[in-house]
């Protein structure tokens, strides 16, 4: 039987020296890397009242799924400015294994947050779309890398139609919501003409306008000298051009 001529660590079980003793019985040991990564990245709604500012959080789960350690494991992200210089908050590194920010052994995961300030065009888009990235460098040097997959389960988080966070090898990127409604009115009246006594009628006119980033139903207007109520409305004339909605309902950017 075959002795072993790798000098590979675990090619001499004997202890003979590898491929120097033809009557030992070493086996020959084939190592090889297989590395891979995978990432995971959900967030959290940010609170209203929703402003240019606002935070979104978002959580970053990074796994080992190959089969040896991976150093200098970051998270990349350019959206929220994660950098190979910069990185997100390191949080926690699964189970037993406890290791160290930026080290993954087989099987381990990694937890990291960073937070995003929403600007005035994610606020008029209604929602912030992005993907992250992670890689990681094996032994041999080898760089397995990773585009994230979506773990929320809000509706657009799952274009690969895999599940969100089901596939550590998806790309779905993750798709944060949000509503930031916002509504404005502006009062005019006609001058009632002369002679001025009792009972004069004047006439008022409301402009009503979403200036959210979501549709708006049930709108009011209220009253309490005119006697504006839920239950009692003023006559609605019309709505902006082509939107056309019916009394009671606004598109954004509708009057």
Known sequence: ESDSGNTT?????????????????DPTITTFEAPGISIVKSST?????????????????????????????????????????????????SGSMASATGTLAVNETATYTATYALTAEDIA????????????????????????????TTPGNDPSGNGPGLD?????????PFEAPAISIVKSSDSPKAPIAAGKILTYYFKVKNEGNVILTNVKVLDSKLGLTSANQPTWIASTGSMGSSSGTLAVGET
């Not at 970053?60 to 190959?66: E, R, S």
């Not at 998270?75 to 908050?89: E, I, M, R, S, Y």
Request: hydrophobic residues 30%.
């Open 168 to 176: 550590p090898l998806a790309k779905d990127p993750t798709v944060t």
């Open 125 to 152: 888009a209604a929602k912030v779309v992005n993907t992250a990235s992670t890689e990681g460098t094996t032994p041999g040097g080898l760089k397995p890398t990773d585009d994230s997959d979506s773990g929320n």
């Open 45 to 93: 709604t940010p609170s209203q009242p929703i402003v240019v500012g606002s935070k979104i959080t978002y959580t970053f789960v990074v796994k080992n799924i190959g089969n040896v350690l991976l150093t200098n494991v970051k998270v990349l992200d350019t959206k929220l400015g994660l950098t190979a210089a910069n990185q997100p908050t390191w949080i926690s590194a």
């Open 9 to 25: 660590p675990d090619n001499d079980p004997s202890n003979n020296g590898p491929g120097t003793d033809p009557l030992a019985k």
